[in-house]
Structure formats: structure tokens, C-alpha cells
């Protein structure tokens, strides 16, 4: 046994476990109790339910809002929506799942006091977009987090979840999950009959654009640690669409959201010369992906692309063409209250860059990859579908339950289904818990079984980072830089060099090929190595340590994704330099992977993408 090994270890019991309590895990926690009267449901988070995941600082527009009730949209034509922004790659069962039953997660929302802006005359939402409606939403998360709080068992606040537990009775099942207590140092064992994972995003895979003291200023939260997949990756769940990390057009260096702009605001852009540049590659664009650049609206990842182009050329920056619009004052303040309701960092740099939009247009820039499941993206968990709407091949047991029994996942998490934002993912978790409840009920007594043995050795592994580094600091006298341990800052950034010159990053204006990504494989395995080394001088500094490791588990997933996949199919997100075009003959199918721990291989394959929305 180690240094650490006297630390407490807790035990609790839950029926339903829900991981991470972000927008998905509140949604979780909610309905499990709707439908589980008396089951024993325990959501676990790294954070604080109150102000945590990327909702943390408040949204403008909740994103996802079909307005059944007033015939504005119905579920299929978010199916379209989301599948023409995709490229034709969307799970359209779950997709739809969630379009038809968004709405009523919306007026609860509305319920429960959160301020949504109406239209006087006629008292519904005020729409920012087709689908986006606008809210006074600073308080959007703990408005959230108080409904799941009263749900819930029990609530674990500070407890960062490092691994899975697999039942040592029956192969293939979940049985729970383990941590750490970030203040405490307590370990934590979570034994459960169903574990929801909803655990966010990733942002910090590759190098971002915002370096030094500036990095924690990225588009998604800083963190979004990749738990949502490499959790479920190391049990062997399989994933889905790790490829199609998101690149976001924003305002430069404070990442200012352009939705409202673009669609309330009526903004436009320009090149650094005054001129409308998109129609300019129109030609090019279409040898590379065909009619898909004649659809309607101009998929997100074109409109990068049409941006990259024009930079390269040589005409950037990019301008968001504010000053006419910001003329009109009530334009003038909806452009400010944007930011002040979700990405106040953006005001306050424009403030200290001699930046009034009323007088000058503020540059755009494009950001780092990130990788994501409910944006304009779908990577993430392969997860079954609902019953009564998915095809034979997508349906193997609950919905959203992904390959692994007992092991369901929403948001960020699940993959195939992009556009699905704030709502949309709070009503996966719905969606989820529902399933979840459901499976609980009918295991009867056959209840999984977590194992000593691997709870105990999991616990050695968890604070071994600690250990390396009280051991490994007596070597040095000053500084940080020892022989024996690398500190997590240095792990992450080597972990954003790789992938950022060999995967697509910034530096290579997102380009990769085969050579390359099979080089930054071999980095990267280097690196999985050398985290047997890692040092932690504290709590902190564990989370860290572990954050990285999820980082770099999902990297490696997503670096055989792009390997896989030989087509550019989302240019602007990235580019194979290799195969530059979009190959509909041969590639119009998710891509699947299987990570097996045993051996430390990936298993890559096709599975078909069925169109069931006409
Ligand atoms: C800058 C920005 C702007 C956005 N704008 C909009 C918008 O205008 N409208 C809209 O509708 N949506 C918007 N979104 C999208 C929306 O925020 C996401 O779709 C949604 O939050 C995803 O929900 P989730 O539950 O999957 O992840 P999150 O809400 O991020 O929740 C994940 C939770 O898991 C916790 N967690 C992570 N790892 C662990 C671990 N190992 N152990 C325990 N807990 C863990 C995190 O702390 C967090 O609480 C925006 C997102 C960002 C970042």
C-alpha cells in the first residue's frame, strides 16, 4: 500500500447515479425522481450543482425551442435543420426524440421563474432565430440546479469522478462509479443499478488560441474536461462521431456569441477591404463538398470555411459589420445585453481594446477545436434509441443507453445529435432518466456487484499522482521541472501541442493527413505513458491530473476518428489533406469506435445512417 492509502473511503448507494450535474445531469436527476418515487437517486459533481458546467454563466437565448403550441415549428424540421448543418450525419430517431419533447422542458423552465423575453402583443417567446428564443438568463443555472436539488436523494457537490465500476457478476455491466473529494481527499465509491453520465464536453484538446496567463479564456468552458467520454471509452463503450470536433466562428479573444447578432441584430461580415467575401468561394466550395453548399441555411461549417479561405487569401481580419446596426438603440442595447447575460469577458474587452461596435466593426476570429455533443456537433456516446421511432440497428436495449448495460448518457455525451443546446440536452437527461428508471425497475434482484478488489486498487491508482510527487520533489530544489514527475500544466500542454500539429488545430488552420495523424498516435501513446509519472502537490492539482487523463483519452479517440474517416466531411471544422473532398460513396455513415483496455487497441467501424425524416 502507498503514502495515501489511510485516506477515508465512502460508500453510497444509489439506485440511479447520475455523473456530472450540468444541464443534462439536472434533467437527469429531475425526472428520475418523477418517474422513481422511491428509488435512490444521487447525482455526483466535480463542481457545484448552483454554478456548474457550461451553463455556469448564464445564457441569452435558449437555442433549442420548437413553439409546437403555436405551429411555429414541428420536431421533423429540426430533424432537417440539424441534419443539413451535419452534412446529412445526424442519429434522426434521437434527434426527433428530443425535438418533441423540448417544448414541454421549456415551460417548465418558464415555470420555475426563469425570465423569458415575450412579445407583448402576442405572448410568445421572443425568438432570436428559428429556433432560438431569448431569456434573461444569469440565473439560468441555478434556477436549474434548485429543481434538481429537490429531486435528488442525495447531491454530491466536489467530487470528481475518475473512473467506472464494471459489476464482477455479469460482463459488460456498470456497477457504479468512483473519486475524489476535491477538498476533502476522501475516496468515494458509488455503487448503483444505473449510472447516467453527464459529464459536459471537452474543451483544452488542442492548443488555444489564448496562450500563457490568458488560457483559461477558450469559447467552452475551460472545465469541460472530456469526462463524458473517456469515462465510458475506458468500460468499452462504443463512441461516435469523435471527428466532428466543432470549430466556432466568434468575436476574437473574448469569444462573444454571433448568434444574436446575426439573426436579431441583422450583422453582417466583410473581409479587412470592405467586401462580402462567402460568394467568393462559392466555386471551390462546391468541388469539395457538392450541393451541400447550395443548402438552406449555409451549413455552420462552410460558413468557416468560406471565412478560413478568405483569411489565407491574404484580405483578413474578418469584421462583424456592427456600425450600422448598433445606430438603432434598442439594437445598440440587446448587442450589449448579449454579453452581459452570457459572456461578459467579451464586453470587457472590447472596453479594453478601444472597441465601441457603434463606431468600429470588432474582428471575428475562429477558435480551437473542441469536441461535443450538443452544439452545431455530435460526437460522443453511441446510445440506443427510443423505442416506438429507431431503427432494428440502433435499438439494443433502453434509450440512450449506450453499449454498455446499465450505462446511459445525455448531453454533451451522446452522439449523433448536434443542435440540441441548453433545452435539448436538459430533455436528453429526461429522456435518459426515464429509460433508466425503467431498467431499475426491471432488473428485480439481480442488482450488480461492485468488486473489492477493483475499488481498491482504483484508489491506489486515483492518489498515485500525489504520491509521485512527494516522492519525486526531494530531487529538486527550485522550480518546477523534475526528472521523476511531469506537473498536470505541462501534460496538458504537451497533450494541445499534439493535437493542435497533428490533428487539426489552429497552427495548421485545421489541416491533417494520414502521416500526421498516425504520428500524433504514437505522441500521444507516449504520453498515456508517461501519466503513470504524473505529479499532483495537491487536491487541486489531482483534479488536474485526472482532467488531463480524460483529455487525452479522448484525444486518442478522436485521433482515430479523423484517421478513420478518409474525407473532408465537415470543411471548416477540418481538413484531410489528404482527401480533400467530401466522399457521399463511400463515407455517408457514422463512424464507431471501441476502445478495449485489456489490450489497448481501438476497433474502428461503419454504421449506417438512416434517413427517417423525409
Ligand atoms: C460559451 C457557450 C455558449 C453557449 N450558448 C448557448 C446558448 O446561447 N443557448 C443554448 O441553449 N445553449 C448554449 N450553449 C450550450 C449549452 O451550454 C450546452 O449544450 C449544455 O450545457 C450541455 O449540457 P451538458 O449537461 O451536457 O454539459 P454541462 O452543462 O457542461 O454539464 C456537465 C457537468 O458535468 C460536470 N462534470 C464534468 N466532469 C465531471 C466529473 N469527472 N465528475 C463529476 N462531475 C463532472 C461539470 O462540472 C458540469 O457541471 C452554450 C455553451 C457555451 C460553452
Redo the contacts with the bound molecule.
Keep these: 500500500m502507498g503514502l495515501f492509502s489511510r485516506r477515508k473511503t465512502k460508500f453510497v448507494d444509489s439506485d440511479v447515479l447520475v ?9 437527469a436527476t429531475y425526472e428520475a425522481r418523477h418517474w422513481g418515487r422511491d428509488l435512490k437517486i444521487v447525482c ?4 457545484n ?1 448552483e454554478r ?6 448564464g ?6 425551442y420548437m413553439g409546437m403550441q403555436w405551429d411555429e415549428n414541428q420536431p421533423e424540421d429540426h430533424v432537417r435543420y440539424a441534419r443539413n448543418d451535419l452534412m446529412g450525419l445526424v442519429r434522426e430517431d434521437l434527434g426527433y426524440d428530443i425535438a418533441r419533447h423540448v417544448d414541454s422542458t421549456v415551460h417548465m423552465f418558464d415555470e420555475w421563474g426563469l425570465p423569458m423575453m415575450k412579445d407583448p402583443e402576442t405572448g410568445r417567446y421572443q425568438r432570436e432565430g428559428k429556433w ?1 428564443i431569448m431569456i434573461h ?1 444569469e440565473s439560468y ?1 441555478p434556477i436549474v440546479a434548485e429543481a434538481a436539488r429537490k429531486a435528488a436523494t442525495e447531491i454530491y457537490n466536489r ?4 473512473h467506472l465500476l464494471m459489476d464482477k457478476t455479469k460482463e459488460n455491466r456498470v456497477a457504479g ?1 468512483v ?1 475524489f473529494n476535491v477538498r476533502t481527499g476522501d475516496f468515494y465509491v458509488f455503487r448503483a443499478k444505473a449510472v447516467i453520465v ?4 471537452a ?1 483544452h484538446i488542442y492548443k488555444p488560441r489564448a496562450v500563457g496567463e490568458g488560457m483559461g479564456r477558450t ?3 475551460p ?6 467520454y ?2 465510458p471509452i475506458e468500460v468499452g463503450a462504443k463512441m461516435t462521431q469523435m471527428e466532428n470536433r466543432i470549430v466556432l466562428t466568434r468575436f476574437k479573444d473574448g ?1 462573444g ?1 454571433v ?2 447578432y446575426f439573426l436579431h441584430l441583422k450583422t453582417y461580415t466583410e473581409n479587412a477591404y470592405g467586401k462580402e467575401y462567402e460568394s467568393t468561394w462559392y466555386e471551390h466550395t462546391k468541388e469539395l463538398v457538392g450541393d451541400y453548399i447550395d443548402r438552406h441555411p449555409v451549413p455552420t461549417c462552410l460558413r468557416n470555411h468560406a471565412l478560413l479561405e478568405e483569411i489565407k487569401a491574404g484580405r483578413g481580419p474578418i469584421r462583424m459589420v456592427t456600425k450600422e446596426a448598433f445606430q438603432d438603440p434598442h439594437k445598440e442595447t440587446v448587442g450589449w445585453e448579449n454579453f452581459l447575460g ?2 461578459i469577458g467579451q464586453a470587457v474587452v472590447w472596453a479594453s481594446q478601444n472597441i465601441d461596435p457603434k463606431h468600429t466593426n470588432p474582428e471575428l476570429t475562429t477558435s480551437e477545436p473542441y469536441v ?4 452545431a456537433t455530435c460526437s460522443g456516446a453511441w446510445a440506443s434509441g427510443p423505442e416506438d421511432y429507431a431503427p432494428d440497428e440502433y435499438q439494443w436495449g433502453y434509450n440512450r443507453m449506450m453499449t454498455v448495460d446499465g450505462l446511459f448518457g ?4 451522446i452522439g449523433g445529435t448536434a443542435h ?7 430533455t ?2 429526461r429522456i435518459a432518466a426515464k429509460a433508466a428508471v425503467n431498467y431499475v425497475n426491471d432488473m428485480g434482484k439481480d442488482a450488480p456487484q461492485v468488486s473489492e478488489e477493483e475499488y481498491e486498487n482504483l484508489k491506489q491508482l486515483v492518489f498515485k499522482p500525489l504520491e509521485n510527487y512527494e516522492v519525486g520533489r526531494n530531487e529538486i530544489v527550485a522550480g518546477t521541472v523534475s526528472p521523476s514527475y511531469i506537473l498536470p500544466i505541462q501534460g496538458l500542454q504537451r497533450l494541445e501541442k499534439i493535437m493542435d500539429e497533428y490533428v487539426g488545430g489552429i497552427s495548421s488552420h485545421y489541416m491533417t493527413n494520414e502521416p500526421l495523424l498516425s504520428r500524433g498516435l504514437e505522441l500521444l501513446g507516449m504520453l498515456r505513458e508517461d501519466m503513470n509519472h504524473i505529479g499532483a502537490e495537491d487536491l487541486h492539482q489531482l483534479q488536474r491530473a ?2 488531463l487523463n ?1 483529455r487525452l483519452v479522448a484525444s486518442e479517440s478522436v485521433t482515430h476518428h479523423t484517421l478513420f474517416r478518409t474525407e473532408t466531411r465537415w470543411p471548416g471544422y477540418y481538413y484531410r489533406g489528404d482527401h480533400m473532398k467530401l466522399d457521399d460513396d463511400n463515407w455517408h455513415c457514422f463512424t464507431l469506435s471501441q476502445y478495449d483496455r485489456q489490450s489497448n487497441t481501438w476497433a474502428l467501424e461503419k454504421a449506417p445512417v438512416y434517413h427517417i425524416v423525409d
Excluded at 455523473?19 to 434533467?27: H, L, S, V
Aim: proline residues 1%; contains cysteine.
Design positions: 455523473i456530472g450535474g450540468g444541464m443534462a445531469g439536472c434533467g455526483v459533481e466535480k463542481a450543482i456548474s458546467g457550461a451553463v455556469a454563466q445564457l441569452y437565448a435558449i437555442n433549442c432560438q438568463g443555472k467530487i470528481m469522478v475518475t462509479a473519486g453527464a459529464a459536459g464536453g474543451s469559447w467552452y468552458a472545465w469541460s474536461s472530456a469526462s463524458a473517456a469515462l469569444y456569441p448568434g444574436a452570457m459572456t461535443m455533443g450538443s452544439h445525455a448531453g454533451d455525451t440540441k443546446f441548453s433545452s435539448g440536452s436538459y436528453e437527461g485526472w482532467e480524460h
